[in-house]
């Protein structure tokens, strides 16, 4: 393990990448011995018109689930996510009328992405048909595009997330046009 031998070798802190910033924070503090609860500055809201929002995450990868939610967090964005498409149907049917937006993605175990859009947008939940779901794949080829959209998700998302590219269309499908 890598962790161990580098604390055997006298490493005070290891940090995983990718390194955000609030873990850094923390991790400056208690290797600096710092004891007093010191707050970090307020961090700037990238896009101030994400705050407030509610966004489902459908993740089975934990890294990418992980990046996601940070970057959704720094915009003021609370995030609720599922590990695979059947958690997140159930946890829409629950509770879809709080979810302004649905980040799915497509390959994940149980119930794929494809597979949880279709049934969301089959089911009888008031919102089922409107609520925006943006597909998240590695797979950028045209044909993936059309079969996200013939799922019923409205756009997609390449991974590895662009952070520029996830707020503009979190902004873009949360805007009036089309809630």
């Known amino acids: 393990n890598i962790e161990t031998n580098a604390r055997k070798a006298g490493v005070d802190m290891f940090l995983t990448k990718p390194v955000f910033a609030s873990t850094l924070y923390n991790a400056l503090l208690s290797v600096t011995g710092i004891d007093r609860v010191v707050r970090a500055p307020a961090e700037k809201k990238i896009r101030p018109e994400l705050a407030g ?26 995030v609720d996510w599922a590990a695979n498409g059947r958690i997140a149907l159930d946890k829409f049917l629950s509770g879809g009328d709080s979810y302004d937006l649905i980040l799915m993605d497509v390959q994940m175990p149980v119930m794929d992405g494809y597979q ?9 939940h008031g919102r089922a048909q409107t609520i925006p779901i943006i597909a998240m794949t590695a797979d950028a080829f045209h044909e993936d595009i059309v079969k996200a959209e013939a ?7 390449s991974k590895p997330i662009d952070p520029d590219l996830l707020y503009e269309k979190v902004a873009e499908y949360i805007s009036s046009d089309h809630a």
Do not use: C, F, Y
């Open 116 to 124: 949880a859009t279709a049934a969301i947008r089959k089911s009888a």
């Open 53 to 78: 929002r509610h966004v489902l995450l459908a993740e089975d990868n934990e890294l990418n689930r992980e990046i996601a939610v940070e970057l959704l967090q720094m915009a003021g964005v609370t």
């Open 151 to 157: 799922a019923g998700m409205n756009g997609h998302l």
